[in-house]
């Protein structure tokens, strides 16, 4: 038995990172030749995005994939972006060495972590075709570009490199390339069309990242341009310290045996973020641990009844330490305005609800979810909606039934909100695409391959949150329509017979055309508002004007209410009617009289925006009468706003006691918007009282 043990013992070896990912290549997404041309272009683009955005410049990205033997599936994929580049000394390391990155230990939101993604590419090119990857980089300090052949030796995890040097780099248009790297890779794969692929994958891409210009050629030469639709580049994002809360045990005493701090009060403050002098007194007590122990005396013990306080098992007068939360500028949300902007780009449709909600936490790590629906235009009734899965900017192309996300879609009963739903489960069915993006510093996939979200209670609850929040705005929108579509049927058949009655009618009897401005509002009976939000070339400004028609016989008295972008930044302009600020974007004016078959018009401007980031307003009343083109304001959604409003203030006022662990909460937040489209209605025959009705004319 002892020869035995002996002999098993000695055939034990050590296997490199490299060498397990070699033999087990479809954990990184290459297990089909389709789905290996997609995660290469994925792992590629995602490098030049995060590049360009860490150097603060706007991405243009270029695609190009040509068959070099379609009977053997031998692709040739080239990706050039204009990032900063990458030094020739790092090169090799960046390509050729799996576990090789800056992100892994920083607590921020970013695309990539592990440092495996491109060198992954790297290794399957070189298995499937026995390739080297050409990478051609240039940084703008030096005048020529450098270029290496990049190959793994897996044993090692090191790269191996071949026909290294330096050459000019040229634009197509002949100019100087000014900084930037070219990846060019051949490997076994296919190219299709369809939802699972490479021009799918960069549709979805260029809907979550505004910012960046996507130029894609694909096999059959041709050309697919996503262009820009923002200069403003995503907010930066700041690596932040753990927090208490997503602490484990042995990661504490690796931290622990690791430090240099003089004490225990001194690591706590130096270490850790939500902790204040005040936690960090109540910790050391709750953990029955003297706050002025040497480190190197902190062990066993000591160590788990730190933990216990830090997961509140252990009380300090009874409650739980409280600690602030990790502040949320780790996070890098797209941002309302940008989401809409995104869809409106790559999918035609009159309606786009976008909503981002406030940064939360789980197990100590803060993320945030955001979510879009664009309704209408020429989707299909009789699908299922399509869904838009992200994850810090990243499509989810694979697994979409797995998906914490996907679930989250599920969980709402539809059916309520105006879309078809089987027993109010499942993915419903209707003319609409329903994004929904979670910006995380610790974004749990269900593999390596990074397809799908893994189950957290907390991150299902705010995606349903969100996804409730959004149904009722689609809701409304589709009441509105019907509302406003039965009242235009009204209008145009009264313009229609009253005028002819009333000229039929005098010629008969020999008298004037008689005045019809009060038999229509008697027959109409609504009061009815039209709104128009436009850029402004001139001033560089979105102007908004708010009409509100009395087709009653009675004097109104209502509260008119607007939404508009004061949480991006915008100011609100030339607002002669004046009014008041009623929450976190949502402006109120007081009408108190409007008498029967008066006009009246609301105006103002919008600054702070660019061209396109604005374009519907949504009207909201208070008032005994309904008004027709507007929402009754649900009071509900109103606080709602104030709830996270007062978030927004706790997090930009709370800051840790003075003392050595002094820190702050900067939060990135987008609120709470439901973005409707107005119906605009052509022109019909008006009756003569001179005034302008919602669906065009003279009245």
Not at 500 to 511: G, H, P, V
Not at 683 to 689: L, Q
Request: one cysteine or more; proline letters at 4%.
């Amino acid at each position: 038995m002892t020869g035995i043990a002996q002999k098993l013992a000695s055939n034990q070896k050590q296997v490199a990172i490299s060498e397990f990912f070699e033999k087990n290549k479809h954990f990184l997404g290459f297990d089909s030749l389709a789905r290996s041309l997609i995660t290469a272009v994925k792992e590629a683009v995602d490098n030049a995005l995060d590049a360009c955005e860490e150097a603060r410049i706007l991405p243009t990205i270029k695609i190009q994939i040509t068959k070099v033997d379609a009977k053997k599936d031998i692709i040739r994929l080239v990706v050039e972006d204009n990032g900063p580049g990458i030094p020739q000394k790092s090169i090799e390391k960046v390509f050729g060495q799996l576990l090789f990155g800056s992100r892994f230990h920083a607590i921020r939101q970013s695309r990539g972590q592990q440092g495996i993604g491109i060198t992954g590419v790297v290794m399957y090119c070189q298995l499937t075709t026995g390739r080297t990857t050409h990478v051609r980089s240039k940084i703008a300090t030096e005048p020529t570009a450098a270029f290496v052949d990049i190959g793994l030796d897996t044993r090692k995890n090191k790269a191996t490199k071949a026909n290294a040097g330096r050459e000019i780099w040229y634009n197509e248009d002949g100019t100087g390339k000014e900084h930037g790297t070219e990846v060019t890779a051949e490997m076994k794969a296919k190219y299709q069309k369809g939802r699972q692929s490479v021009w799918q994958y960069l549709r979805m891409t260029s809907i979550v990242n505004p910012h960046a210009e996507i130029i894609f050629v694909d096999p059959e030469g041709e050309k697919h341009h996503w262009t820009r639709v923002t200069e403003r580049l995503p907010t930066k994002v700041e690596s932040i310290k753990p927090h208490p809360h997503g602490i484990e045990l042995g990661q504490l005493q690796r931290m622990i045996a690791e430090s240099k701090d003089l004490n225990l009060n001194h690591f706590l403050l130096n270490n850790f973020s939500g902790v204040t002098n005040r936690a960090r007194k109540e910790l050391c007590q709750a953990a029955e641990v003297e706050g002025t122990r040497k480190m190197k005396s902190v062990k066993g013990d000591d160590i788990r009844s730190l933990l216990e306080a830090f997961q509140g098992e252990r009380v300090f007068n009874g409650l739980p330490v409280k600690l602030l939360k990790p502040p949320t500028n780790c996070l890098s949300p797209i941002e309302e305005m940008l989401i809409k902007k995104g869809l409106s780009k790559t999918i035609d449709s009159r309606f786009v609800t976008t909503l981002t909600r406030v940064p939360s936490v789980t197990q100590g790590n803060p993320f945030q979810v955001e979510v879009g629906l664009i309704f209408g235009g020429g989707m299909l009734a009789d699908k299922p909606v399509e869904v838009l899965r992200f994850a810090n900017r990243v499509p989810l192309m694979y697994q979409q039934g797995g998906c914490l996300l996907t679930k989250a879609i599920e969980s709402v009963d539809w059916r309520q909100y105006g879309l078809d739903q089987a027993g109010g489960k499942g993915v419903p069915k209707g003319p609409a695409a329903i994004l929904v993006h979670l910006a995380s510093t610790n974004v749990q996939f269900t593999s390596e391959a990074k397809e799908a979200l893994a189950d957290n209670a907390e991150v299902m609850e705010e995606a349903r949150k969100a996804m409730l929040e959004m149904g009722r705005g689609l809701r409304k929108h589709l009441e509105k329509k019907k509302k406003m579509a039965k009242t235009r049927e009204k209008f145009e058949l009264i313009n229609d017979i009253l005028p002819a009655i009333a000229e039929k009618s005098a010629q008969i009897l020999e008298r004037p055309v008689p005045e019809l401005s009060g038999s229509i509002t008697k027959i109409m009976s609504a009061v009815i508002s039209e709104s128009t939000t436009v850029w402004n070339k001139e001033t560089k400004e979105t102007d908004v004007e708010i009409v509100l028609f009395n087709y009653t016989s009675r004097v109104r008295a209502y509260t008119i209410l607007a939404t508009w972008p004061e949480k991006s930044g915008a100011t609100m302009e030339r607002n002669e009617t004046g009014g008041r600020k009623e929450a976190l974007g949502v402006w109120a004016w007081k009408l108190d009289s409007l008498q029967p078959g008066e006009r009246t018009s609301i105006k103002y401007s919008l600054g702070g925006l660019e061209k396109g980031d604005w374009t519907e307003t949504e009207i909201l009343f208070r008032g005994s009468q309904d008004v027709i083109g507007a929402t009754k304001m649900d009071e509900k959604f109103l606080q709602e706003i104030r709830r996270q409003e007062q978030i927004l203030d706790e997090n930009d006022s709370s800051s840790p006691e003075a003392g050595d662990g002094k820190e702050e909460t900067t939060p990135t937040v987008e609120v709470h918007k439901v973005a409707t489209a107005e119906e605009q209605v052509e022109p019909t025959v008006a009756p003569p009282n001179g005034q302008r009705t919602l669906f065009g004319g003279d009245v």
